[in-house]
């Protein structure tokens, strides 16, 4: 892959975390780097969950994740892994790169695992 490739999907990648980052701000978590704290006492009585309370776990869980998989990618643009697929280790192509910047199988692996 390209240098400005590359650097555009880093940037993609960012923006992105910044999204996701608020939206999990907008929920009252707090991040800092890599590490997200939810609100004391916040989630954690599942006694109490309520419909509405665990639609919002579910969607707190879903930026989690997505976070994760955020950083994730980052931290292997910074180690120089990126764009390998993690079950063959060839390389994905730019392509699908820019359109799923998180993706971490090529397309036939993903096919396969599918
Ligand atoms: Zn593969």
């Not at 704290?37 to 969607?59: H, I, K, N, W, Y």
């Not at 994730?72 to 790169?97: F, M, N, Q, V, W």
């Amino acid at each position: 892959m390209d240098k400005a490739t590359l650097a555009r999907i880093k940037q993609q990648l960012e923006a992105e975390r910044a999204t996701v980052e608020q939206r999990l701000a907008d929920q009252g978590a707090t991040v800092e780097g890599d590490q997200i704290d939810m609100p004391q006492g916040g989630f954690a009585d599942s006694a109490q969950v309520t419909a509405e309370r665990s639609e919002l776990l579910s969607l707190v869980e879903g930026l989690q994740q997505t976070h994760a998989e955020i950083v994730a990618a980052l931290g292997r643009i910074a180690d120089g892994t990126y764009g390998r697929c993690a079950r063959c280790g060839k390389e994905i192509s730019p392509e699908r790169l820019e359109a799923r910047p998180r993706a971490t199988l090529c397309v036939s692996c993903k096919q396969n695992a599918a």
